[in-house]
Antibody, heavy 120, light 109 residues
Framework: EVQLVESGGGLVQPGGSLRLSCAASGFTFSNYEMTWVRQAPGKGLEWVSYISGSTNIMYYADSVKGRFTISRDNAKNSLYLQMNSLRAEDTAVYYC?????????????WGQGTLVTVSS | EIVLTQSPGTLSLSPGERATLSCRASQSVSSSYLAWYRQKPGQTPRLLIY???YRATGIPDRFSGSGSGTDFTLTISRLEPEDFALYYCQLYGSSPLFTFGPGTRVDIK
């Protein structure tokens, strides 16, 4: 069974840093590209970042470029999001999601999310 | 940047009724890049439809997707209680890599 479990969220002051983790199981992690998607309270979904399976190609939304860094450790079946210079508008539930390119391009499994609150 | 518009914003229907949700792209896109998700209150999004018309694993056949070019549709043939939720369409692209529509809420009438 595919499982994605995020952790590392919490309350942080503006300008602070936080590192999110996503533990993957039930599939060969290194074979899949992964993404982070966030959802501000009461708002819609916003894609944040992408990382390839093993070639370390990374992409970011303009809203987080230069502040967030996505990474992965395939030996530990883990995905990470290092978030620096956090702003109030980064407050959201952060989901990790598996990216699939089979027939279509989509996110087939999502974690339960971890809440990041940026406030003084 | 391609913008996705979903309509209506809210759909009020009764269990057993048919729901038709629209997703419109600001320019023509490949149907391979279009997916639909359902998000129940307080839960994580779940993939329903990918490549515009393919049902994801475990998704019942009351869900169907169609469309091409700029206009795509998610149809729920007979609403079940668990279908009263938020629905998002998603486009895979170049910049940003993924775009989500603003969502359609399906409420109980």
């Amino acid at each position: 069974e595919v499982q994605l479990v995020e952790s590392g969220g919490g309350l942080v002051q503006p300008g602070g840093s936080l590192r999110l983790s996503c533990a993957a199981s039930g599939f060969t992690f290194s074979n899949y590209e992964m993404t982070w998607v966030r959802q501000a309270p009461g708002k819609g979904l916003e894609w944040v970042s992408y990382i390839s399976g093993s070639t370390n190609i990374m992409y970011y939304a303009d809203s987080v470029k230069g502040r967030f860094t996505i990474s992965r450790d395939n030996a530990k079946n883990s995905l990470y999001l290092q978030m620096n210079s956090l702003r109030a508008e980064d407050t959201a539930v952060y989901y990790c999601a598996r990216f699939v390119l089979v027939v279509g391009f989509h996110l087939d499994f999502w974690g339960q999310g971890t809440l990041v609150t940026v406030s003084s | 940047e391609i913008v996705l518009t979903q309509s209506p914003g809210t759909l009020s229907l009764s269990p057993g009724e048919r729901a038709t949700l629209s997703c419109r792209a600001s320019q023509s896109v490949s149907s391979s890049y279009l997916a639909w998700y359902r998000q129940k209150p307080g839960q994580t999004p779940r993939l329903l439809i990918y490549a515009a018309s393919y049902r994801a694993t475990g998704i019942p056949d009351r869900f169907s997707g169609s469309g091409s070019g700029t206009d795509f549709t998610l149809t729920i043939s007979r609403l079940e209680p668990e279908d009263f939720a938020l629905y998002y369409c998603q486009l895979y692209g170049s910049s940003p890599l993924f775009t989500f529509g603003p969502g359609t809420r399906v409420d109980i009438k």
